[in-house]
């Protein structure tokens, strides 16, 4: 039996031609190897539209040292960020800056709702000490696409500085640096370009990057000097995850050869509108109006029949070969269903077939929330 398809925020399924690129053993200073890091990082800055104006410095470690990478690099002793928060990821984000003695403050908003650039304005406006502003582009939390557009254009507006965290979007959802101003923008291997995780990367406009020279309170985190070193010879300055970036580089060729950016979206929108529809059928409810929905992750409300034990659920779901994830909301109780990953219409629609089953098998008649449907 093959192994369950991850319908999770991560670590997601990837291609079997992926996994097999890390079949070899490279040295670090290896001209291959120093080769492949060179294309990756300029095929990154493409993906951006950022060729001209910005730089991508990798690094060690999954999705969040390259976060609090960024924040610990960008945000100078005398700085202030803007924390603008609608789920877990926003407040990480704050705890990086906490923990690390960071300057920030915070604009929090519901999980089922979105970031709003006219208070992010007024608090520009009001706080003149603020340099940064941080946003998640898709809080994976909830779903919820955050009008990042529009957050970019009032902070460029106000001519302070942009750090986004576009981990669960980058690859998917487009971002044009030609055309929406940022300071450093982070994502990770493993998520929508499907790699295998342990590669975090900053996608950095130059001159802001250069600015940054002894910033950083880690050593470790500092996006400057990995950058800088990198520059020098073209290595790593600790030992790369060689593996991982040799599945990068293949995962980058699977990427493009769907069509980028665009190609990838359109196979994620296709396999959220498969579970959308198949599980309304079913008569669950997602926690998002379809506007504010990324095709990343969707986060249904737990259905009300008293028959639904979520454990339960989860554990036949998984026994179907079918991986989904816990919710993590404050706002409302429910689950979530990924829609990312080396997953298409077959698995989508298997998935949707698998819940019914096990709907059935547990005795629930609906996966409506309202109390009215449980019976
Ligand atoms: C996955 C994710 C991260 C990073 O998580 P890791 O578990 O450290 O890889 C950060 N922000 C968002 C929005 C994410 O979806």
Known sequence: MREAWLLTPGPLTTSSSVKNAMLRDLGSRDDEFIAINRQIRERLLQLAGAEETHVCVPLQGSGTFAVEAMLNTFIARGAKALILING???????RICAMGGLAHSVIRWPEDRPVDPAALERELAADVSLTHVAVVHCETTSGILNPIDRIAAAVKRHGRGLLIDSMSAFGALPIDARSLAFDALVASSNKCLEGVPGMGFVIARREALMACAGNSRSLSLDLHDQWNSMEKNGQWRFTPPVHVILAMAQALKEHASEGGVEGRGARYRNNCRIL?????KLGFESLLPDHLQAPIIVTFLMPA?????FANF???LRCKGYVIYPGKLTVADSFR???VGRIGPEEMTGAVKAVQEVMTQMGVKSGSPALLHAR
Not at 276 to 280: I, N, V, W, Y
Not at 305 to 309: A, G, H, L, Q, V
């Open 314 to 316: 989860y554990d036949r």
């Open 305 to 309: 029949d008293p028959r639904f034990i």
């Open 276 to 280: 959308m529809e198949g599980m309304r």
């Open 337 to 339: 269903v990924g829609c």
């Open 88 to 94: 877990a990821y926003g407040e990480r984000m704050a």
